[in-house]
């Protein structure tokens, strides 16, 4: 048994009902993350369901259930998506995906052989936390337009926003054991309720057109022509993300008293990670990616039980089939959504902050600032550079790139 855990690692939790509960904790953990971007970007939230079961399932297999990770949906990746889907369809967005599981792939594949320091040195805090701080940042315009502050709503809508980013706060500061685990998904409990009252909620989406078990909307590959236009929008955030991962899984190293970058290695939990995204994508999900959400449920009960995780991700599957629940989920007015994605947007360049501040980045000092301030402008400032007349890297991935040059070329001697 792990020395930090009640239920360690490779165990079987005593009883069923205690096994069930336990894994339901997990559940109600990712899911208010997992189905909110399906949400934001229109990709399906059964399929988001789905996939995040399937996808922690691979990640297990590939880790030979040595780490107790719950894979859900990606926020990297709103903005590429969002966007990809606006210009070109979710086609190209699925293309970019896949390829973003492939660069894991290819990443996991090149550590098994080197090692892992080439990495930290492509990536180091003073590039990751920029290209964090944009990836909230840049979402920051949408949160303000759905929750009416653009002036363009009636106070309806502004209010049901205030009251769901109202809950969000309280409950997170104030909520005490499981509520507190759950902030966004009782905000939106709320804020339905209230949605309800100020007649923003469709009911007829509810109750009309959806059956008890309803299949998701898969999209399967080879359904559509592959579309490679948004492939370069996709490609950068995916060193982003295999930094949080490292990040993620050194966290949850410390809360278990293992160290999972050493066994079962970044070799094997990038590649679970990255094969998870691909089939993901290759039925119209979003990118998974390792929940932080799910790791204060370990550290919180001291129950890192991969069979409990692992049932969770059964749970997740059989959610995604429940027509009743999608129903729910899209009745959701964009108020609610607004409500909580000020403090989420927020959050996540919040982070960005937090790798700079951790790291120790010296920003007194004229090269980390030049690589900060410049990354920060770019992609907040929706910089492009067109490659060719389809391609081109703009916003964020643009900024990533600018980030990793400028850390690899500007001289080591300048920290000094």
């Known amino acids: 048994m792990e020395k930090n855990l009640i239920i360690g690692i490779q165990e079987k939790p005593k009883s069923i009902l205690k096994w069930l509960v336990l894994s339901l904790q997990h559940v109600f953990a990712m899911f208010g993350a997992t189905v909110l971007v399906p949400l934001l970007t229109g990709l399906d939230v059964g399929v988001a369901l789905v996939t995040s079961g399937i996808g922690t399932l691979i990640y297990i297999a590939c880790t030979k259930g040595k780490v107790p990770v719950y894979l859900g949906s990606s926020f990297a990746y709103i903005a590429a998506i969002s966007t990809a889907g606006a210009v070109n369809g979710f086609s190209s967005a699925y293309v970019g995906l896949m390829v973003v599981g492939i660069i894991y792939a290819i990443v996991a594949t090149v550590i098994r052989f080197t090692g892992n320091d080439w990495i930290k040195k492509l990536l180091p805090p003073v590039v990751i936390g920029p290209v964090i701080i944009i990836i909230g940042l840049s979402l920051a315009p949408i949160a303000i337009s759905t929750a009416g502050f653009d002036g363009a709503s009636g106070w309806e809508v502004p209010l049901v926003a205030i009251i769901t980013f109202t809950t969000v706060v309280v409950v997170s500061l104030l909520g005490r054991g499981f509520f507190r685990l759950v902030p966004f998904l009782m905000a939106i409990f709320v804020g339905y309720i209230s949605s309800i009252i100020f007649g923003l909620v469709d009911l007829t989406m509810v109750f009309e057109g959806y059956s008890f078990l309803q299949a998701p909307n898969f999209t399967f590959i080879g359904t559509y022509a592959f579309d490679f236009d948004a492939v370069l929008m996709f490609a950068p955030i995916a060193f982003v993300t295999i930094a949080e991962h490292i990040g993620d899984h050194t966290v949850l190293g410390e809360v278990t008293g293992e160290d999972f970058i050493s066994d079962p290695g970044l070799q094997n939990t990038i590649m679970g990670d990255g094969i998870a995204t691909f089939v993901s994508a290759a039925i119209g999900g979003p990118a998974n990616t390792t ?92 910089a492009g550079f067109a490659l060719n007349d389809s391609v081109s890297l703009t916003g964020m991935s643009l900024a990533a790139v600018i980030g990793i040059l400028l850390n690899l070329v500007l001289p080591k001697i300048l920290e000094e």
């Open 291 to 382: 929940y932080g959400e799910n790791t204060g449920v370990v550290a919180m009960t001291k129950v890192g039980s991969v069979y409990v995780v692992g049932v969770a991700a059964m749970f997740a599957i059989l959610l995604g089939f429940f027509g009743f629940i999608q129903a729910f989920i899209n009745s959701i007015p964009w108020a609610v959504i607004g409500g909580m994605t000020i403090i989420l947007y927020g959050l996540i360049a919040g982070n960005g902050v937090k790798v700079l501040i951790r790291a120790k980045v010296n920003l007194g000092n004229m090269r980390n600032l030049i690589i900060v301030a410049t990354m920060l402008v770019l992609g907040l400032g929706g």
